[in-house]
């Protein structure tokens, strides 16, 4: 079985200033992670993902993640926020199973000041 | 490229009445979900299918929901008869190939609520 937990249902952080969204994993294989980001009456889009390979990964609009066998963890980060980064953000673990299951966490919502 | 179409954006309806969404994944792409996302929460998945064969439909409520993808492409999620618990935003995502690390691209969702 899998699941994600997200600590902290709002963070919120003034314009400029570093963004840290956590994520705490639980998986019985080997996982792959996700970091998706919602805007209010959108889709989830991609911000990046954990497949194996090098455990710092780079997505897209400046964020970053890292994964930390030892602590179960795949911190989302940023280090200087904007306004428009503002959404609501999951995180979502997978299996390799040759397929993709993914379990969604709860979700963490942003909240940027000027 | 389009992105992966839902319609309708939104849907109000009176309990026991059917409804259905709609979903166009984006071209060429084999393997699509429905998501069940309740507020506050993170999406679930009802269904998956690769090409016209659901292959994970065990969190699908079958005794009111169905689902199909006729030809591979378009799919179709029901619900007969829509009760209140079932008001939440129903999202459809679609990924290139069967993989454990393919990215899934998501539609902007259906916005149900049941009165």
């Known amino acids: 079985a899998q699941s994600v937990t997200q600590l902290g249902s709002h963070v919120s952080v003034s314009e400029g200033a570093l963004v840290l969204l956590r994520c705490n994993y639980s998986?019985?294989?080997?996982?792959?992670l996700f970091w998706y980001v919602q805007y209010p009456n959108q889709g989830l889009q991609l911000l990046l993902k954990?497949?194996?390979?090098?455990?710092l990964v780079k997505g897209i609009n400046g964020f970053e993640a890292e994964f930390k066998k030892s602590e179960t963890s795949f911190h989302l980060t940023k280090p200087s926020a904007h306004m428009s980064d503002a959404a609501e953000y999951f995180c979502a673990v997978s299996g390799d199973t040759g397929f993709q299951k993914l379990v969604f966490g709860t979700g963490t919502r942003l909240l940027v000041s000027p | 490229e389009a992105g992966v179409v839902q319609s309708p954006r939104y849907k109000i309806i009176e309990k026991k009445q059917p409804v259905a969404f709609w979903c166009n994944p984006i071209s060429g792409h084999n393997t699509l979900y429905w998501y069940l996302q309740n507020l506050g929460q993170g999406p679930e998945l009802l269904i998956r299918?690769?090409?016209?064969?659901?292959?994970?439909d065990s969190q699908l409520p079958k005794d009111r929901f169905s689902a199909e993808r006729l030809k591979g492409v378009d799919s179709t999620l029901k619900i007969q008869p829509a009760e209140l618990g079932d008001s939440a935003v129903y999202l459809c995502?679609?990924?290139?190939?069967?993989?454990?690390?393919?990215?899934?691209?998501f539609g902007p969702g259906t916005r149900l609520t049941v009165l």
């Open positions: 995502a679609s990924s290139a190939r069967q993989s454990s690390t393919d990215t899934q691209y």
């Open positions: 954990y497949t194996s390979a090098a455990t």
């Open positions: 998986s019985s294989v080997p996982p792959y």
């Open positions: 299918y690769e090409n016209e064969e659901a292959v994970d």
